[in-house]
């Protein structure tokens, strides 16, 4: 940069402590009004305010609100308000109003006024003229000054220009003079003063009075700042008023620098909002910009992007720590430089726009004309037609008054000329703006000059009288010579320099006007300082009127350390400009020392003709007048007519050729005017035809000045939508470029050297909103996606080894390219990475299913399972590589426990077998299962083995499952058919005969269609696989045919037995005759009511026992026959049932829940116990016809189908039932 910071510069005091006080006393005047309360603040308060005590900090203190004071009703309904104003009277006279209401309307508050800086005796005045003085307290904040930066303080008080010296009002001096006093009382007394000026004088000498009445309190402590310099604005106008191209100054004229913060608009910060910045040195783009010229920042901006695009580079060849690092301690920063870059790029934009190339040169060069006092008559030509175009006011008015004062003011004709223009142009309301820049000496009109001398009057009667007037002429100018002109070759304040001027190494403060002029006032301060004193300096100091107002006052101290005899502190009195803030930083660091700031406001250039431009009237003095007033002299004096008339004549002449001078300066003027109508009209119709508008045709007649006027307004809006639709493809260009380049996509074909139609940006704006959704769409996929990788990769343990997966995981999200191609390549390394996850999730899978196989053969301890409990979840590399240690360690111990382990694989081989429905044979074809040898080959084939089997029973475990389905339902239904046959079955309570009915109605439908499912689903495998589905040796539902023939034959066996033992039992009878059984013997067989009687089938009274005790059918004494009785000691004889096939009574409910539906056994071996019957072969048929027999069975109903069903459905699902087949195989 152009001036680094020197390392042996020495280091500023420490000036947040007066934000601190401030902060302090404010705190203490509001908690003078406890309880909540209401905050009004003036308008140019709530800045500096917002700098010193933050909204939190006011909440804390029992503010609840704060609102605008503004010229309304208060809408406040706290009981408390405390007003924050100015010592004004309009603010005195508002709050007059609020508690005059308050009493009209019966409402008591409290108010506290809170005056700053000061509180003045006016305002109090005004509040006891409007009767409230009683009602308020009053208090003063004595905020005097407000650190901007580290070297920089301001007392922002904008009205103190106004107030003094142009009203010449001093009530701020003494506010002035507690700043100072302040200072030195916080920082130690100053040992060098110097100032000039009639304000710094007064200032100067109340601050004198002040530490002479609080004598003591500086004494013995050493100062800090070893030199202050009080200097009056009015010393130096030129400065202000010329344009400032620091990148500071310029941001101030732009966007407007208030309390050291700007708003940027949306323009610079390219969104929908304004945002609020900071301007300080700890923005450190800014602190590294602002004081350099305004050719220079571009350049430097855009090194400053490279290098942070090369600090995001540096990312590349990072691995995860130290992207982790980067991202937590870096990234943060770089992004807030990069924000903060951005928006200074965004600001030296829109300063371009505001200040085209071609106007703003023109207007430097035009300053520096007349800073010079070259070509006075072109600048003034170059003023005159600024204010034709009406450019703007306040620059107008600003080349006006640099003219002025650096030519010691307007000459009259030049005055006149140019305050009627301006007038015409901006309208006769700026009369007293003219007024008050005179009063103030900012623009001013030379005297006339003085009588004629006896020289001048000598040569005047030599000469002719059009040469007397070119004589007077001349010794006019000789007498008014200029002391701007003066002072500037006194202080050689214009530079001479060989060649041009090097902005970028700057030599001296000029560089602030591009190096055209050096500031006075900082000239005059390097001066001073050089000289201690204003020795040599009087000849300057005569020529700027403050002879008697420059001081120096210079104290013996010699505990002041060298370290604060570098620091200067520097007071502006009226306010300063950036170009004098820069200057004066260029200044300490080439001099080694440290200049700091202070002053009433931060104004901008153009401020000064603001504040004084107000209403007002102005006389003009006639002609006649003049004339009578010269005829009087004459009388007077005693000059004779003929003289008299010859004055006159002169008089006359003077007139006259005053007049053809404004006339040929009017005919100009239309030339001018006629010229530029029809420039201006040739350059419309171009524009019209490249815009596609209408050319433009004025309505009825008008004045040359007025169509002038309207053409040049004509082309100035073409010229503007002309540039707008330029700037606009040009910035939808950009957007575009940008966009594409991320995407990866064509650029948008439009010519951009013509200007586009609306159509045609609207498609381009469709376009690009288009690009942005796409990039929106593709950036929210690539944030998933990059967020799932890094997952996946932090879960493999993986580090990015190629380039594209260091700029997936390391890159700035924003900086990657979204093209479709980088989308499927990152689409296809999350499915890598995914595909690599859950091979590793299922190998862990794999090995914990290992290890709690090893962990039960073994026989392996809960406590040496819970060591190792840490490592079953999960499947990161560690997590592996645990697992197959534990792997290991147990096969290890598998080895070392063979026995014990090959019998625990056993009898899980001996459960497959068992669910696979295994036959002997298929058993003991696994020989191995049988050694008693046991090696580790033995181990390897039961491994093997147990494999196979488990691989086995998965693939075809839903035949299995319905096979084993079947099984149970089969066995409950035998069951049912054994407890049918049971006569105690009639005896049981709790109506267990009921449910067992409707169980059996229930199983009469599932099984028919659990055989079906079966038989498709059988058929169906063997058609894929053509092998036969077969039930320990036979194919399943020839298995199922045979059950159903066996359960019949069994049947019929048991219907034979029952009907032999009924035959031999009535032969007995007959034999030996049959004894009735005594009725408190018997059971309770009473009669039931016919409707209660139930039908049995014949088939269920099958398999009663000799010791079956049944009512015979005759209940009459029954004759014993002849033959002989049966000895004393025989049984008798038992009673059996001969009513087989009819209808039986009820048996009476005796006793509770005697059945038992749980089933222990397997009955699938058969009717015949000892022996099975030969084999048969049985069609589908017959089976259907056994299930019609059953299904006629009268002793179910359709009402007990609900109950059996629910029981078959647990019977099925039962676990503990045994199995039916010994072996099922499927046979090819």
């Excluded at 407890?979 to 009469?1004: C, I, M, V």
């Excluded at 028919?1008 to 499912?1013: A, F, I, M």
Aim: charged letters at 30%; one cysteine or more.
């Amino acid at each position: 940069m152009a001036f680094p910071h020197r390392p042996d510069a020495p280091e500023l005091p420490d000036f947040s402590m007066l934000k601190r006080l401030a902060r302090d006393q404010l705190i203490y005047l509001l908690e003078q009004l406890p309880g909540k309360k209401d905050l009004f603040i003036e308008a140019d308060l709530m800045s500096p305010l917002d700098r010193i005590a933050s909204v939190s900090i006011l909440k804390q203190h029992e503010v609840d609100k704060l609102y605008k004071v503004e010229n309304k009703p208060a809408l406040s309904s706290s009981e408390q308000l405390c007003f924050l104003v100015r010592p004004r009277i309009k603010n005195m006279r508002y709050i007059a109003s609020l508690v005059n209401a308050d009493k009209m309307a019966g409402r008591t508050r409290k108010y506290k006024v809170i005056f700053s800086p000061q509180k003045f005796y006016a305002c109090e005045m005004v509040l006891e003229e409007e009767g409230v003085y009683g009602d308020v307290s009053c208090d003063e904040w004595a905020f005097s000054l407000l650190p901007l930066d580290v070297d920089l303080l301001s007392m922002e008080l904008p009205e103190f220009f106004r107030d003094y010296f142009l009203e010449g009002d001093q009530r701020w001096i003494n506010t002035l003079a507690q700043a100072l006093h302040l200072l030195s009382t916080l920082y130690g007394p100053f040992p060098n003063c110097y100032g000039i000026g009639r304000c710094a004088k007064m200032s100067y000498e109340l601050w004198k009075r002040l530490e002479e009445e609080e004598d003591g309190e500086t004494k013995g402590r050493r100062p800090e700042i070893g030199h202050i310099f009080l200097l009056d604005r009015d010393v130096d106008f030129v400065t202000a008023l010329c344009s400032q191209v620091v990148y500071e100054g310029l941001v101030d004229d732009t966007f407007r620098i208030k309390c050291g913060s700007v708003d940027f608009g949306p323009e610079v910060t390219s969104s929908d909002k304004s945002l609020k910045v900071l301007l300080n040195a700890e923005d450190k783009v800014f602190n590294e910009i602002r004081n350099e010229h305004f050719s220079n920042v571009f350049s430097f901006l855009s090194q400053k992007a490279r290098n942070l695009q090369a600090q995001y580079d540096r990312r590349r060849g990072m691995d995860i720590k130290q992207m982790k690092n980067f991202v937590s301690q870096e990234l943060k920063g770089l992004k807030q430089e990069h924000r903060l870059l951005s928006l200074h790029i965004g600001a030296c934009e829109s300063i371009m726009k505001k200040k085209t190339k071609q106007d703003f040169q023109e207007l430097i060069k035009t300053e520096h004309a007349l800073l010079e006092g070259f070509n006075i008559r072109e600048s003034t030509s170059y003023i005159e037609e600024h204010i034709d175009r009406q450019v703007s006011p306040i620059e107008s008015l600003r080349l006006m008054c640099l003219l002025s004062i650096t030519e010691n003011g307007l000459i009259p004709k030049d005055y006149r000329s140019l305050k009627t223009q301006y007038l015409q142009s901006y309208g006769p309301e700026h009369l007293l703006t003219f007024s008050n820049l005179r009063r103030a000496g900012l623009l001013t009109e030379q005297a006339p000059g003085d009588t004629l001398t006896a020289v001048e009057s000598k040569v005047s009667k030599l000469v002719t009288d059009k040469a007397a007037g070119k004589i007077t002429d001349a010794f006019s100018s000789l007498a008014k010579r200029s002391n701007f002109r003066a002072i500037s070759k006194k202080l050689n304040l214009i530079p001479r320099v060989d060649g041009e001027y090097d902005l970028k190494v700057p030599r001296d403060m000029a560089y602030v006007f591009s190096g055209a002029y050096v500031p006075l006032s900082c000239r005059i301060i390097e001066q001073v300082l050089e000289r201690r004193g204003w020795q040599g300096l009087d000849e300057v100091v005569r020529l700027l009127n403050c002879s008697e107002l420059a001081f120096t006052d210079m104290t013996k101290d010699d505990k002041a350390s060298s370290e604060s005899l570098r620091l200067i502190l520097v007071v502006f009195l009226g306010g300063c400009t950036f170009s004098e803030i820069s200057a004066l930083r260029f200044l300490g660091r080439e001099k080694g020392k440290q200049l700091f700031l202070s002053s009433k406001e931060m104004p901008q250039g153009q401020q000064y003709s603001m504040l004084l431009r107000v209403l007002a009237e102005e006389s003009i003095v006639c002609l006649q007048k003049a004339l009578n007033h010269l005829r009087e002299i004459w009388e007077l004096i005693g000059i004779p007519e003929d003289q008299r008339l010859q004055r006159t004549e002169v008089v006359k002449k003077h007139i006259k050729d005053l007049l053809d001078m404004m006339i040929a300066e009017e005919e100009s003027l239309k030339e001018r005017l006629i010229k530029s109508i029809a420039v201006c009209q040739k350059e419309l119709n171009t524009l019209c035809s490249e815009l596609n508008v209408e050319p433009f045709h004025e309505e009825g007649e008008t004045t040359i000045l007025q169509l002038e006027k309207d053409l040049r307004t004509q082309v100035e809006l073409r010229r503007k939508q002309k540039k707008e639709r330029k700037q606009e493809l040009k910035i939808l260009q950009e957007q575009d470029q940008e966009l594409c380049e991320i995407l990866c996509m064509p650029h948008y074909e439009i010519d951009s050297t013509s200007v586009p139609s609306l159509e045609e940006l609207n498609q381009f704006r469709q376009h690009v909103a288009t690009l942005r959704e796409t990039k929106a769409s593709r950036r929210e996929e690539f944030v998933n996606i990059k967020r799932q990788i890094i997952l996946c990769m932090e879960e493999l343990e993986h580090t990015p080894d190629t380039s594209f997966e260091r700029d997936v995981v390391c890159e700035d999200e924003e900086a990657f390219c979204l093209s479709l191609e980088n989308i499927a390549t990152l689409q296809k390394l999350l499915r890598q990475l995914e595909v690599r996850k859950s091979q590793n999730e299922a190998v862990c899978e794999g090995l914990r299913a290992q290890i709690r196989e090893l962990w039960d053969r073994l026989q392996i301890p809960a406590e040496e399972r819970e060591a190792v409990a840490t490592v079953m979840t999960g499947s990161k590399a560690k997590v592996r590589k645990a697992l197959q240690l534990e792997v290991d360690r147990l096969e290890e111990l598998k080895m070392q426990n063979m026995k014990k382990v090959i019998e625990a694989i056993r009898v899980e081989v001996a459960q497959y077998w068992d669910k696979c429905f295994y036959s002997q044979e298929q058993r003991q074809a696994f020989a191995a299962y049988y050694s008693e040898d046991y090696t580790e080959n033995l181990l390897q084939l039961h491994d093997a083995e147990i494999v196979r089997l488990r691989n086995y029973y998965e693939v075809h475990k839903e035949l299995f499952e319905g096979v084993q389905k079947w099984e149970e339902s089969w066995r409950l239904f035998l069951e049912f058919e054994r407890k049918a046959s049971d006569p105690s079955r009639f005896t049981n309570r709790g109506g267990n005969l009921l449910k067992e009915e409707k169980q059996r109605a229930k199983l009469q439908k599932t099984l028919p269609k659990l055989e079906e499912e079966l038989k498709a689903r059988i058929e169906m495998w063997e058609r894929e696989h053509s092998k036969a589905f077969v039930v320990n040796g036979q194919k399943f539902m020839e298995y199922v045919t045979e059950q159903w023939e066996m359960h019949r034959l069994e049947k019929e066996r048991a219907k034979q037995e029952r009907q032999l033992k009924n035959k031999k039992q009535t032969e007995t009878e007959m034999l030996y005759g049959s004894t009735p059984r005594t009725p408190n013997k018997r059971r309770g067989l009473t009669p039931s009511t016919p409707g209660k009687v139930r039908k049995l089938n014949t088939t269920t009274m099958s398999n009663a026992t000799a010791n079956s005790s049944i009512r015979p059918v005759f209940s009459g004494t029954v004759y014993r026959s002849p033959v002989s009785r049966l000895p004393p000691s025989g049984s008798k004889p038992v009673i059996t049932s001969t009513c087989s096939g009819k209808k039986t009574p009820r048996a009476v409910k005796h006793g509770a829940n005697k059945e038992n539906l749980e089933l222990n056994g397997s009955i699938l071996s058969g009717g015949y116990p000892d022996s099975a019957p030969p084999r048969r072969n049985f069609s589908i048929n017959s089976v259907a016809s056994t299930y019609s027999e059953f299904a006629k069975d009268p002793s179910l109903s359709d009402s007990s189908t609900v109950g059996l069903q629910r029981e078959l459905s647990k019977a099925s699902k039962s676990d503990a039932a045994s199995r039916i087949l010994n072996s099922t195989n499927i046979q090819s």
